[in-house]
């Protein structure tokens, strides 16, 4: 019997890697400790919240005391950290919310891990859930690797590579049993329409304007959240410690031919005339600091544990746009109160 933490598991990936431990391990027992911020919504996990094998606690990784106080309460042989400020957007307007949560939160969790370990690290793990855009931009060709050096360019990207460096530190320093893995962009069910493909799907099925940032021509390399989960619970249980791994879907889409499919798709789902989804694109003031390549060589994960993504992105898409429409309470109750004074922030349109 294991006892593994899950930090921010009734977000967005975070609830696919709850569900998938939840299911997949019975004889774990599974925490998910998560603030409930805006990302973060109960609903996520509504499949899976009677099982046996699973609890909610409601703690900010930022109140050092509540996160002892769990640690000491559940004894954790593992931490999956996926806990974070995940939006460049709401990073540019609000920074400090950043550096107070994926760093300052993430130091809490290691101090709390090293404390209650106390140096007895024998099958004890820390696994810290990041991201490629801490390698900074890409021009038009290369591939981010693990050894690429850092760079970020967002505040949200620095909140991230701060957090990086303090788990190496940590293992360095105290030889806390670490791993890193840093993905690409994810999407499916559950994710909130703030990032790109639920917010266009959400603005198609309103007639509301696609808001495309400067020419659309930047580039993501886009992985399906299901596989994520897939890869963490590969790395989890049979990555080498101290390690880093890239994680990514080895495919990349120019932002404007991605909104370009994804409309094509919502015209047959919603039967409408071709062309009539595209017709809402409108071109926008570029985000500042916009990164304009992300591409990620997942070689070293799909070598060294097997791992490799499960679908194209295409079938993919369909299936997160499907999930969207039939799950229309889910959209409609996320995109109210808070949502809504954001989005005439960022949008300047309500
Ligand atoms: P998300 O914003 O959907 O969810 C974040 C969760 O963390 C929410 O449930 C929120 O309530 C919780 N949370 C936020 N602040 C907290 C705090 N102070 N204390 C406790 N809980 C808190 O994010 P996501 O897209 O699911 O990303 C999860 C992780 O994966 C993040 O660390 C992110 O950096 C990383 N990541 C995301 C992507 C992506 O494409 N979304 C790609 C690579 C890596
Ligand atoms: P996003 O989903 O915010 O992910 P990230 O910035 O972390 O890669 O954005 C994906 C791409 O889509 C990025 O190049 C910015 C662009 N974008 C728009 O053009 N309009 C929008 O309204 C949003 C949210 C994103």
């Known amino acids: 019997m294991k006892t593994i933490l899950i ?22 027992k599974i925490v998910n400790l998560d603030k409930l911020t805006y990302a973060g919504n109960l609903e996520n996990l509504k499949d899976i919240e009677n099982q046996p094998n699973y609890t909610f606690e409601k703690v900010d990784i930022v109140n050092e005391d509540a996160v002892n106080a769990l640690f000491a309460k559940y004894q954790f042989d593992g931490v999956i950290h996926l806990a974070a400020e995940s939006h460049v957007d709401r990073s540019i307007l609000n920074p400090l919310e950043f550096i107070m949560t994926n760093v300052l939160g993430t130091v809490n969790l290691l101090n709390a891990a090293k404390n209650n ?23 038009e060709t290369g591939f981010f690797t693990e050894t690429t050096a850092y760079d970020p360019r967002s505040p949200y990207s620095a909140s991230k590579a701060s957090s990086d460096h303090f788990v190496r530190a940590y293992e360095n320093t105290y030889h806390l049993p670490i791993v890193i893995s840093n993905c690409s962009n994810n999407y499916g069910s559950y994710q909130f329409p703030e990032k790109l493909i639920p917010l266009f799907i959400n603005n198609i099925r309103n007639n509301k304007p696609l808001p495309v940032y400067g020419k659309g021509d930047y580039t993501r390399d886009w992985l399906y959240v299901e596989d994520h989960a897939t890869a963490i619970d590969t790395i989890f249980h049979n990555g080498k410690l101290g390690e880093t791994y890239n994680i990514g879907g080895f495919n990349e889409w120019q932002n404007i031919d991605l909104i370009r499919l994804l409309c094509t798709i919502m015209d047959k789902k919603l039967n409408r005339n071709t062309g009539e989804s595209e017709k809402l694109i409108t071109y926008v003031t570029d985000r500042p600091g916009h990164d304009k390549r992300y591409a990620i060589d997942a070689t070293k994960l799909n070598t060294e544990l097997g791992w490799k993504p499960s679908l194209q992105f295409e079938e993919g898409l369909e ?32």
């Open 319 to 350: 299936k997160t746009v499907d999930w969207y429409l039939e799950n229309e309470a889910w959209l409609n109750n996320v995109t109210s109160g808070e949502y809504l004074q954001y989005y005439i922030k960022q949008y300047q349109v309500g």
């Open 7 to 28: 930090t921010g598991g009734a977000g967005f990936i975070g609830s696919h890697v709850v569900r998938l431990f939840v299911t997949k391990y019975p004889d774990y």
């Open 117 to 139: 370990w106390k140096d007895n690290y024998n099958g004890k793990l820390f696994y810290h859930v990041s991201t490629d855009e801490v390698y900074g931009s890409l021009g």
